[in-house]
């Protein structure tokens, strides 16, 4: 009679020092191997596979890298008094500060802090190294924005020699010693519960919901935390008595969309841990967009319409160099008291030209002009598709494929000599 093997135990705790495996987290909470108080322990860990990650305070924290006697100092990363915050270092949030928030109110509550104008450039190429980190970890990578993605590691265990768990906890590893910035790690079974966890242990934090205890989990937290839940939307289900996510249990999903739309399908779905949606990497923009702030507020057309034109042509250039087009253009204004207010258009066919996306908003921004005051617009290009079907002839718009050709000229003359090289005039202050 032979004996019947044992299954071999998963491992449920890891170090994220040293990165061994082991069972159990010690009673001291340190690592037994190298005494590290590091250490991340879950009934669920060794089989899990989706992650968030998310560096902390990207922008503050490549400028601390580079400049390190700002390294106990808060610091902020935005624009003007006029702008908004675009990162802040964990210093400054002790403060209150938080990124979009306005700068003059940032300031308000930390005087003290080092503010640093946005280097997009510089952040961009240290975006890219670490996406090309996670790549090679996974090639299942969604990015979501420069410094963060979610990452599908189901089936990498024979190739890293252990779980995700453990390839992610090397991952953030190898990202502080080659990078030099911190990153957190959210840790479950969808994309919608590894994104909650990423938030829970800010910075340098390894967060894991597992399914056994994912409806208790979700049950107090708000549905703020459910991704599309905006402001207005959490105010109308506020209204309904619906403010923690357990509460959206309470119906059932034909009842959710006929009071929420299509959003109800996602609010059941999320309120009992589903998500369906894969990691899905290489995924196209949905829009393409270009804004600005002014440095005091605008209420004249004309002066709004000149401050449109530049956005329109950095939309034009980004669509064609990544050989877009879009069929439908927003316009975006903000208010001196920060109210946003958009307008849409949908377009017969798709455009990547400046003269079209500034003739389409043109409209729409005349009727939002009624006295009131603007601090910020913006213009952007949605339902995107490839660029070959942009701009086509069309008999109600005779002028257009003469318009199109000036374009491309002017195009052409600033790949040469630069984007000042040669100017329209509706971007002139009169008087020039």
Known sequence: MTERSEPARRPTALCRDCLVLFDGK???????????????GHPELASLSVAHLDCDAFYASVEKRDRPELADRPVIVGGGRRGVVAACCYVARIYGVRSAMPMFKALERCPDATVIKPDMARYRVEGHRIREMMEASTPLVEPISIDEAFLDLSGTEALHQGPPARTLAALVR??????????SIGLSYNKFLAKIASEL?????????????????????????ISGVGDRLQTALSRDGITLIRHLRRYEETELMARYGAMGRRLYAFAWGRDPRPVAPNEPAKSISGETTFDDDVDDPAELLRRLWPQCERVARRLKAADLAGQSVTLKLKTRDFKIITRAHKLSDPTNMADRLYRTAEPMLRRACDGRKFRLIGIGAGDLTAGVFADPPDLLDPDRGRRKQVESA????????????????RGFKPGR
């Open 26 to 40: 010690p009673a001291d909470g340190r690592c037994p191997h190298c005494q590290s108080p590091r250490v991340v």
């Open 174 to 183: 190898r990202i502080e010693r080659e990078v030099g910035v911190t990153a």
């Open 201 to 225: 242990d800010k910075p340098r934090g390894f967060a894991v919901v597992g399914e056994a205890e994912a409806l208790d989990f979700l049950s107090e937290q708000p549905v703020g935390a």
């Open 410 to 425: 002017i195009d052409a003359v600033r790949q040469r000599l630069g984007d000042h090289a040669i100017t329209k005039g």
